[in-house]
C-alpha cells in the first residue's frame, strides 16, 4: 500500500495546489516539505496537526530516514516539493531509496512556476507561425548540464524559452543565447516568486533585460522567459489558431463555407 506521497505544491499561491494535493495535505500525518521554496502557511492552512519536517538543512539520508519510519509505522506521509516535482524536484533519488526500502510512494503532479510566470505575463507560450516549442532548461552552475544541452545549443533552435535557476547569472544566459538564433532585440521577461504576493515581472529584450534586472535587485526565485510569443500581445497576432476558426471543420464542429 502507498504511504509516501511526493506532491507538487505548485508555483507559491495556495490556492494552485492541486485537488488532490490539498486532500492529501489534509490526511497526512507527517509532511517532509521544501521550506526554502514553499509558503509554511500552505502547511499551516492544510495540515495543522500533522508532524512537519522542514527539509531546508537536511540531507538526502535524513529525509529517507523520516520518510521511511513514517511509512514503517503505518503513517500516511506526504514529500511535499514546489512546483511539479518531476521539473528540478531531485525526486529520482528519493524513489530510488524507497524502492531500496521496499517502500511504496506515489506522485501527485503540481502547477510548475514556468506557468505561473506565463499567467503572470498573460502570455501564450506557442503561438501558430511564431513557436511551437517550449525548452525548459538551466544554466551549467553548481549543477552541471550535458554538453549537448548547452544554452548557446539551446539557443540554435529559436524555440520559447523558459530557463529556470539561473537568474543569478543572466548576464552569461544572455551571451549564451545571443550565439543562436535570438538577437538583442528578441523579446525577454524575468517573472521573479510567480503567484506569490510579492511577484515582480521584468519585461525587455535580450538587449536589456539584464540591466533591468540587476536594478530590480532579483537575484533567486525567478524564470527568465525568452521569444518571440513575448512580443505577440504589443505587435498583435500574426496567424491564429485553427481550432477556433470558423471555417475550419474538425470532430466536433463543421467549418462554415464563404
Not at 507527517?30 to 496537526?49: C, K, N, Q, T
Not at 538577437?183 to 515581472?201: C, L, M
Amino acid at each position: 500500500m502507498t504511504q509516501v506521497f511526493f506532491v507538487g505544491a505548485g508555483p507559491g499561491d495556495a490556492e494552485l495546489i492541486t485537488v488532490k494535493g490539498a486532500r492529501l495535505l489534509k490526511e497526512a500525518e507527517v509532511i517532509v516539505y521544501a521550506g526554502s521554496l514553499v509558503d509554511r502557511e500552505l502547511v499551516r492552512s492544510y495540515a495543522p496537526d500533522a508532524e512537519v519536517y522542514d527539509s531546508a538543512g537536511m540531507n538526502l539520508e535524513e529525509t529517507t530516514r523520516v520518510l521511511a519510519q513514517a511509512a514503517l509505522d503505518g503513517r500516511k506521509v506526504v514529500r511535499l516539493h514546489t512546483g511539479d516535482p518531476s521539473i528540478y524536484g531531485a525526486i529520482q533519488e528519493q524513489m530510488a531509496e524507497l524502492d531500496r526500502l521496499g517502500i511504496g510512494y506515489q506522485v501527485v503532479p503540481g502547477v510548475t512556476s514556468a506557468f505561473a510566470a506565463a499567467a503572470a505575463l498573460k502570455q501564450e507560450l506557442t503561438l501558430p507561425e511564431v513557436s511551437q516549442t517550449v525548452v525548459i532548461t538551466r544554466l551549467a552552475g553548481r549543477t552541471p548540464v550535458p554538453d549537448r544541452e548547452r544554452l548557446s545549443e539551446i539557443a540554435r533552435i529559436g524555440a520559447t524559452l523558459v530557463i529556470y535557476l539561473s537568474v543569478s547569472m543572466i548576464e552569461k544566459v544572455v551571451a549564451e543565447l545571443l550565439q543562436g538564433a535570438y538577437t538583442p532585440a528578441t523579446p525577454a521577461a524575468v517573472v521573479a516568486k510567480a503567484s506569490w504576493p510579492d511577484e515582480q515581472v521584468i519585461e525587455g529584450t535580450l538587449q536589456d533585460i539584464a540591466g533591468k534586472v540587476k536594478e530590480a535587485g532579483i537575484g533567486k526565485q525567478a524564470l527568465i522567459l525568452v521569444g518571440d510569443v513575448l512580443r505577440a500581445r504589443s505587435e498583435g497576432m500574426r496567424a491564429k489558431s485553427l481550432l477556433y476558426d470558423k471555417g475550419f471543420s474538425h470532430g466536433c464542429r463543421e467549418g462554415i463555407v464563404t
